[in-house]
């Protein structure tokens, strides 16, 4: 299975092509760069892996060939562009971009009328075990603590709170029977007065080269509750969409996320 990977040269690109290169069953199709880049025509795996490995670096995926799927980390502007471009080529797709708001989202459900794509916040098996252990922390304890959601990055990151840390939001608001909408609140400055029992707070940390840590706290009277998650490498991340593109070879058109990767229930 020969993959593509969209802004191939960037820090997480170079990092999938590693992955892609010590996976058994995938090849590195190529990459694309922006338009007028140096890298236009050169080969990824001379300028990535150390040696030549016929995967070219092009400015768009259709002067690619033989792409059998493709791993996206890029920007959500650029996501529709990639999705149009797997339908058309039937081939499925791995969506690790974050910060997509509801229509992007949405765009990724119409894909997979079509296509299959495995879609997720985050690609790492150990926060998607972290978000399992959350939906029964959070029916055993949630109803008596205070839940807050603390997550730090690296300085580059764009978006906040991550997207791993709105999906743990998410999965503690729908085992609390919440609307996540309504309990949310990202950040405290000035008299907040009280803190209400019904209520997820975010924490965001953005500093130094961070790879992703993820902390839920619940908090009761008397004890608390710290459920931790820490990359200490974008591998972690890589390995996992490198494992849901083997996985999603030959599926039907669909959309899967890291759950179905892995076999959680």
């Given at each position: 299975m020969a993959v593509a990977i969209p802004g191939i040269m960037g820090r997480m690109g170079k990092v999938l092509a590693q992955a892609i290169h010590e996976h058994d069953a995938l090849t590195l199709a190529g990459g694309t760069v922006r338009p007028g880049s140096e890298f236009v025509g050169q080969d990824a795996g001379a300028l990535i892996l150390g040696r030549r490995c016929d995967a070219p670096i092009a400015a768009s995926l259709s002067d690619l060939s033989s792409v059998s799927g493709l791993i996206d980390f890029t920007t959500p502007e650029l996501l529709q562009s990639h999705l149009d471009w797997c339908v058309s080529a039937h081939v499925p797709a791995v969506i690790g971009t974050t910060g997509l708001n509801a229509e992007q989202k949405a765009a990724i459900g119409a894909a997979a009328t079509q296509i299959a794509v495995v879609f997720?916040?985050?690609?790492?098996?150990?926060?998607?075990?972290?978000?399992?252990?959350?939906?029964?922390?959070?029916?055993?304890?949630?109803?008596?603590?205070?839940?807050?959601?603390?997550?730090?990055?690296?300085?580059?990151?764009?978006?906040?709170?991550?997207?791993?840390?709105?999906?743990?939001?998410?999965?503690?608001?729908?085992?609390?029977?919440?609307?996540?909408?309504?309990?949310?609140?990202?950040?405290?400055?000035?008299?907040?007065?009280?803190?209400?029992?019904?209520?997820?707070?975010?924490?965001?940390?953005?500093?130094?080269?961070?790879?992703?840590?993820?902390?839920?706290?619940?908090?009761?009277?008397?004890?608390?509750?710290?459920?931790?998650?820490?990359?200490?490498?974008?591998?972690?991340?890589?390995?996992?969409?490198?494992?849901?593109?083997?996985?999603?070879?030959?599926?039907?058109?669909?959309?899967?996320?890291?759950?179905?990767?892995?076999?959680?229930?």
């Amino acid at each position: 299975m020969a993959v593509a990977i969209p802004g191939i040269m960037g820090r997480m690109g170079k990092v999938l092509a590693q992955a892609i290169h010590e996976h058994d069953a995938l090849t590195l199709a190529g990459g694309t760069v922006r338009p007028g880049s140096e890298f236009v025509g050169q080969d990824a795996g001379a300028l990535i892996l150390g040696r030549r490995c016929d995967a070219p670096i092009a400015a768009s995926l259709s002067d690619l060939s033989s792409v059998s799927g493709l791993i996206d980390f890029t920007t959500p502007e650029l996501l529709q562009s990639h999705l149009d471009w797997c339908v058309s080529a039937h081939v499925p797709a791995v969506i690790g971009t974050t910060g997509l708001n509801a229509e992007q989202k949405a765009a990724i459900g119409a894909a997979a009328t079509q296509i299959a794509v495995v879609f997720a916040p985050n690609m790492s098996v150990g926060v998607n075990v972290m978000l399992q252990l959350l939906r029964v922390a959070a029916e055993l304890v949630g109803e008596h603590s205070d839940i807050e959601v603390i997550e730090a990055h690296h300085r580059h990151k764009k978006d906040a709170p991550s997207g791993t840390a709105v999906r743990i939001g998410e999965v503690l608001a729908d085992s609390m029977g919440w609307d996540l909408d309504d309990v949310a609140v990202y950040g405290r400055e000035g008299i907040t007065g009280e803190r209400p029992h019904r209520q997820i707070g975010f924490e965001t940390i953005r500093a130094g080269d961070v790879f992703g840590d993820h902390t839920v706290l619940f908090a009761a009277d008397g004890e608390r509750l710290e459920i931790t998650h820490k990359a200490s490498s974008r591998m972690t991340f890589a390995t996992g969409a490198v494992r849901a593109m083997a996985w999603v070879q030959g599926k039907p058109p669909g959309l899967y996320g890291m759950d179905d990767v892995i076999g959680l229930d």
